[in-house]
């Protein structure tokens, strides 16, 4: 599809977002089994080393940054929104540049904030812990896109805003190849 006819295409609703944000939550596991906890248990069983909480943080949120960056700078879609006929554009209809992809990561993992904030405030602990990131990033999240007085048409969440991209429904007959 061309730019022009991208552009034209409607945003997904709200519970296609969550499924495809579900989804994406079952790719991430076997992209952080095989990226991190490979690796790690193998520092750890040969060697008896374990990294540090910071450390470990900052290097998950690389690993995924590159998962993203790279499928959304590649083809638009990651598996998940492969999966949903989802595809993420910046405001022309165009794949986003690595830097734009970037900056839409970053953008995007901002709901980790309110998530310290509410453990914060409200001492969570183990799985409430869990719990609580699965709510807000699967539902609260995704619905700042009903927040989008200036175009409502586009639903652009608050991380799409920032970053000046959107989510877009492919057509049923669009095939797409990564």
């Not at 839409?104 to 998530?115: K, M, N, V």
């Not at 509410?118 to 869990?130: G, N, S, V």
């Not at 709510?135 to 700042?144: D, E, Q, R, S």
Request: contains cysteine; aromatic residues 16%.
């Amino acid at each position: 599809m061309t730019p022009a006819e991208l552009s034209t295409l409607p945003s997904p609703q709200f519970w296609r977002r969550v499924s495809c944000c579900l989804y994406e939550q079952l790719v991430l596991l076997g992209v952080i089994a095989l990226t991190f906890l490979v690796p790690n248990l193998g520092l750890g069983i040969l060697f008896g080393i374990a990294l540090p909480s910071w450390l470990t943080f900052i290097y998950l949120y690389a690993v995924l940054g590159l998962y993203f960056v790279w499928y959304w700078s590649k083809s638009g879609q990651t598996l998940a929104m492969q999966t949903w006929r989802i595809r993420m554009i910046d405001m022309n209809g165009f794949t986003l540049t690595r830097r734009q992809a970037l900056w839409r990561y970053i953008y995007g993992s901002l709901w980790i904030i309110p998530c310290v904030l509410l453990q914060w405030a409200f001492h969570l602990e183990k799985w409430q812990i869990i719990e609580m990131l699965f709510a807000v990033a699967l539902f609260l999240w995704p619905l700042t896109m009903y927040l989008d007085r200036r175009s409502p048409a586009l639903r652009q969440s608050l991380p799409d805003r920032f970053a000046s991209t959107r989510l877009v429904e492919l057509p049923k007959n669009v095939v797409t190849i990564s």
